[in-house]
């Protein structure tokens, strides 16, 4: 869809971006504030900030309960959800054309005059607990954290996050709130038709009543290699694996698009080199891996489940396809087969007005960067042989990598596995 980007600074501090979309009969909001679990007061109560986030739609200035809210939230047809990780605490929200404004306002009673109350904490605390022991159930929600933690990320796993609850109080997620939520923390995107409402919406942001405040700085971490760890299971008919290599900088856009590539022809369709292979013997029935591109740092991930008899044979096709990437073994051909499904995917990423808002969400919340969308046909055609072997051989001579899996097996069979990954790294 065709779209225009204007960055917007607001009177009162608040910075975002106005997507104007002509053709859009839908509106999209995001808010993003640096509120999530790395700015918590202390580390014993680290779910202050997920249980607030639950708490985001209940009672306000406005309505006396969620139940309340949401019906007039809803009634025709909106959408609206909170989210909360490591450093972001977003809100977002989608309606219909002809009820732009009615939500935005909607929005600001949750964001900016949320009334918390006993009650509703004792049941988000019921609930976040719930959430947090069955993530505790799903293999790949267990396995990633330990490598975040293992690799120096200052986070902490389910069962620390679980024995915080109860040390939260009401007052904690008061404080919390008035702290974080201020205009200059505050990063929007608001996407759809804006001809001849932008200056309705800049007002209606300015009259948020928030504090100041400032923009926090991005937490960053000191990474390191770290020996394998293996999550015990009794249960896991299977291993879950999870393989991490880290480079203590941003990629740039030109060296993710070559990273995207070479992931497309390593694992991404069942002809690939690693998946195609590992499906075509019978190995594996799917994995992946894919590019996490940080304010500060970039993880190049692998992961998948596989049984316990066929893991080896995996991983030497993982490591030979790798390596041979490394040695300089990769046809020019290949890659130039690679980027008519890169372009495709771009041009299907454009369809609604929600995945153009989403283009644009990691960077600029982030690291306050604006990507152009126009531009990244350009990147994907230039993407080349040469550029790939340099970007992958810098994870390599990082050295700052593990492996993780969760499993029922012996420590020396995950010893095995990195010892095969080991040569990589050499």
Known sequence: MRHTVEEVHLKNGMQGLFID?????VMSYHFNFRAGNRYVASKDKYETAHI???LAFGAN???KNEHAYETEFTKNGAYHNAFTGDVSMNYVAECADFEWDRILELQSYAITSPKFNQAELDSEKGNVLSELTGCQNKYHRLLWPKIQQALGEDILLYKQRIKTIPNISLNDIKKHHTRTHTARNLRFIIAGKLTRRKTQIRQMLESWPLEEGELFDMPTDTYTKSTPV???RKDASNLTFGWSSVVPRK??????????CLNHILTGTMYSKILGTARKRGLVYGMFSDISNGFAECAWDFGGEVNYSSAPALFKIITREVGKILDGDLDPAVVD???????GRYQMGAQTVSQISEFYTSNYFTSGLIDDYAKVPDYIKRVSRDQIITV???FMSADTW?????GNCDRSALLELNTELEVLYR
Do not use: G, N
């Open 21 to 25: 979309i002509p053709d859009a009969t």
């Open 52 to 54: 607030m986030e639950h």
């Open 61 to 63: 200035a406005h309505f």
């Open 230 to 232: 293996l999550i015990r």
């Open 251 to 260: 990629l740039t856009d030109a060296e993710q698009y070559a990273m995207s």
């Open 337 to 343: 087969a690679a980027k008519p499904y890169a372009l």
């Open 392 to 394: 992958a051989r810098t």
């Open 402 to 406: 593990m492996l993780a899996a969760v």
